[in-house]
């Protein structure tokens, strides 16, 4: 038994703890509200001192510590007299002060409930530890929650039920809780509101213990004897039956003393229960209870004394990186200034250059190697895709065509229509090579933010001006890199080389299409090697065919550009019927002229062919230049921006910061940071407390 008192030493220290970082071994009672829950606990402690009343009566969680106290002759001052003390109750928030009579441990609980949650009876989830000694119980921790409830009455906040779920579960949750799931007998197994909301974090039902109360209050007929044998719903830890004082019976003060004889002379007299009669009652329950914690508290204790190590060793860790607020005084301002400067800049250039040992180097990119990545696989795979083609029409390179003629036809394909055209698709490149650099230019704003420097987590003034001076000399940098990507575009514009060595030039493009031809042409229409020649020559003039048939299928052929309105057909119509042909009449030229043929099939041959050689020619100046600017952008920006920001960004910092009169300010501590550092101080100070009591236990072994 002494491993329990332990266990309530360690939930003591805890509990003045903000977030608790220990799971304790505990046992937690649930149930609704007219389960008989409170019964049951005052019938273990054999007092009445829980606050009774209709609706919700226990409001906060209920930490009940009960300590076996053999009786001593040692005498306490009460206000009667001095007289020797036997069993009595201690609230850790009233340190020292004795309760001896129960009607005031009563009024106690209901007095800092109110405190604490209100008086319009609304629930909170900080607890209440009570202890009591006494030498009618057994070494026991229990906790005891709200009954579950399913709608508001009278007064109560209308998401009571949901208030009161949520505190249950949080509680339930905690693998090291035994779960005491306490159900009326005169209700369905099936609807019990404790074992619904047990069976959500314990499934299988390792860790509950079935409390059956109310059984003489069941139809005559029935029992509950298969869910007392564990057959209706078993659970590993089994059921245990108990009868509680009836309604008239604590009206009429019966002492629980005789409650629990009637108890158990209930359960020896009833002819299912009797069987079973020493494995119920809350005599049996107290007993079971207690070596359950036991159990489990052995069970449980290596893996409590490593978390109280773990915990304790992280807090002081993040103690010291958080120091004395008196650390810092004088003429040191200044030396640790540029000692955080420094650092951050060392930290800033080994992420760049890879160097920087990270918990996440083996899990994804960072730094340098991200950049690397925005180079080859975001912008370099992006412009491979961009076809050479893009944004072009046919009818467009129709257009530049014809206009870099003039007013006489062309022989061959004219040289300022490939320019214009290649022109038009260098400019293209433009835009996903300024995008680049601002995805550099995001990628080390990102590096900036995820420096983490202990001293930048204390001074968050000093934090926030050196990522505002770094900023604004990234965003410096990125000016330059922009305008000089902007010029090496200007540059591939300038002048189209057509002399240079990767360039196909114009008899290779006519080649190359004249063999395509060819093995097109051969493949669908068989025609032999030696008629490949044809293809360059222009089809010979058909005169044309006396037959009428004839004629009107072998219509001439009309000029996309033909500016008569007047049709043919409509001519020998007239022609026809023996009238008169009306003179033919000029439309004016209109004010846009387009070509009024896109399809290429059905385009001029001489002109199709143009339009090939100028795509094949585009495509091959396309990709001279597209390996320039993969090249040479990924240069610039680790000039302008990249290089210059490692180089520079000391000299800024220090230039910004190290000033006298900025001291004061950039080194004033926020108050969430002080707020931490005493949070901090507590939590050591209670893990070093559980670390002594644990160690009070030398063995802990069956």
């Known amino acids: 038994d002494h491993l329990i008192p332990v266990i309530n030493k360690l939930q003591d220290v805890v509990a003045i703890i903000d977030s608790n970082p220990l799971d304790l071994p505990q046992i937690v009672v649930v149930g609704s509200q007219s389960s008989g829950k409170s019964s049951v606990l005052e019938s273990i402690v054999g007092r009445d001192f829980l606050p009774r009343g209709?609706?919700?009566?226990?409001?906060?969680?209920?930490?009940?510590?009960?300590?076996?106290?053999?009786?001593s002759s040692t005498t306490f001052s009460t206000s009667s007299s001095h007289s020797p003390l036997k069993e009595w109750g201690e609230f850790l928030h009233q340190p020292g002060k004795k309760y001896t009579d129960f009607d005031d441990i009563r009024k106690e609980i209901e007095a800092d409930t109110n405190l604490i949650s209100g008086n319009n009876k609304g629930v909170s989830d900080k607890p209440i530890t009570l202890r009591i000694y006494s030498p009618h119980v057994v070494n026991l921790?229990?906790?005891?929650?709200?009954?579950?409830?399913?709608?508001?009455?009278?007064?109560?906040?209308?998401?009571?039920?949901?208030?009161?779920?949520?505190?249950?579960?949080?509680?339930?949750?905690?693998?090291?809780?035994?779960?005491?799931?306490?159900?009326?007998?005169?209700?369905?197994?099936?609807?019990?509101?404790?074992?619904?909301?047990?069976?959500?974090?314990?499934?299988?039902g390792t860790r509950t213990v079935g409390v059956l109360t109310k059984l003489d209050i069941m139809d005559k007929g029935t029992d509950c004897l298969?869910?007392?044998?564990?057959?209706?719903?078993?659970?590993?830890?089994?059921?245990?039956?108990?009868?509680?004082?009836?309604?008239?019976?604590?009206?009429?003060?019966?002492?629980?003393t005789e409650a629990r004889k009637n108890e158990e002379k209930y359960f020896q007299e009833h002819i299912s229960y009797k069987q079973i009669a020493s494995k119920c009652g809350v005599t049996f329950l107290s007993r079971t209870l207690n070596k359950l914690l036991m159990t489990h508290i052995r069970d449980t204790l290596p893996e409590l004394r490593l978390k109280v190590n773990s915990t304790l060793t992280k807090s002081r860790i993040e103690l010291n990186a958080?120091?004395?607020?008196?650390?810092?005084?004088?003429?040191?301002?200044?030396?640790?200034?540029?000692?955080?400067?420094?650092?951050?800049?060392?930290?800033?250039?080994?992420?760049?250059?890879?160097?920087?040992?990270?918990?996440?180097?083996?899990?994804?990119?960072?730094g340098g190697a991200r950049i690397n990545y925005i180079f080859n696989e975001v912008y370099g795979d992006f412009i491979d895709h961009i076809d050479s083609r893009a944004g072009l029409t046919d009818e467009m390179i129709q257009i530049t065509l014809l206009n870099a003629t003039g007013p006489k036809a062309s022989l061959f394909v004219p040289e300022e229509s490939f320019e214009q055209l290649a022109k038009l698709q260098v400019k293209v490149l433009e835009e996903p090579s300024l995008r680049c650099v601002d995805l550099v230019h995001d990628e080390l704003q990102r590096i900036v933010n995820c420096i983490e420097l202990s001293e930048l987590k204390r001074y968050n003034n000093l934090r926030e001006k050196i990522v505002e001076v770094v900023h604004n000399l990234l965003r410096d940098f990125k000016s330059p890199a922009k305008e000089m990507i902007k010029n090496l575009v200007s540059v591939e514009m300038a002048h189209i080389n057509t002399n240079h060595p990767d360039f196909i030039g114009g008899g290779d493009a006519i080649a190359k299409i004249v063999i395509a031809e060819n093995i097109q042409r051969d493949n669908i229409y068989g025609v032999q090697p030696q008629q490949q020649q044809s293809l360059l020559q222009p089809p010979p003039q058909q005169q044309p065919q006396t037959q009428r048939g004839i004629l009107k299928q072998e219509e001439p052929k009309k000029s996309p550009f033909s500016i008569f309105s007047k049709k043919d057909d409509e001519k020998s119509n007239s022609s026809s019927r023996g009238e008169p042909a009306p003179p033919p009449t000029m439309e004016k030229v209109p004010s846009r002229v387009v070509p009024t043929q896109t399809n290429r099939s059905k385009l001029d041959p001489k002109l199709c062919f143009q339009i090939e050689l100028i795509e094949t020619l585009l495509r091959s100046y396309f990709q001279i230049v597209r390996k320039n600017m993969k090249d040479r952008v990924p240069k610039c920006v680790m000039f302008f921006m990249v290089n210059s920001s490692k180089e520079k960004l000391q000299n800024e910092l220090v230039k910004a910061i190290y000033k006298e009169d900025l001291f004061t300010s950039l080194l004033e501590e926020s108050d969430d940071i002080a707020?931490?550092?005493?949070?901090?101080?507590?939590?050591?100070?209670?893990?070093?407390?559980?670390?002594?009591?644990?160690n009070e236990i030398i063995d802990y072994r069956l």
């Open 141 to 204: 921790t229990l906790v005891d929650l709200p009954g579950l409830t399913k709608v508001a009455v009278g007064d109560q906040p209308k998401d009571i039920s949901q208030q009161i779920q949520k505190m249950v579960l949080k509680y339930i949750e905690k693998p090291n809780s035994i779960i005491l799931s306490v159900t009326s007998a005169n209700v369905d197994i099936a609807n019990s509101d404790s074992l619904k909301i047990a069976q959500q974090v314990d499934p299988k």
């Open 54 to 71: 209709t609706g919700i009566v226990t409001r906060r969680p209920l930490i009940l510590q009960l300590y076996h106290k053999e009786y």
């Open 322 to 366: 958080l120091g004395d607020e008196k650390d810092i005084v004088g003429g040191n301002k200044g030396a640790f200034l540029l000692n955080v400067i420094n650092s951050f800049v060392h930290q800033y250039i080994n992420t760049i250059d890879g160097r920087l040992s990270s918990a996440s180097a083996t899990e994804e990119l960072y």
């Open 675 to 694: 707020q931490r550092r005493e949070a901090l101080k507590e939590t050591i100070s209670s893990l070093t407390t559980a670390q002594k009591h644990l």
């Open 226 to 256: 298969d869910t007392l044998l564990n057959k209706s719903y078993p659970l590993k830890l089994g059921w245990i039956a108990v009868l509680n004082r009836s309604q008239e019976d604590i009206i009429k003060n019966l002492p629980i």
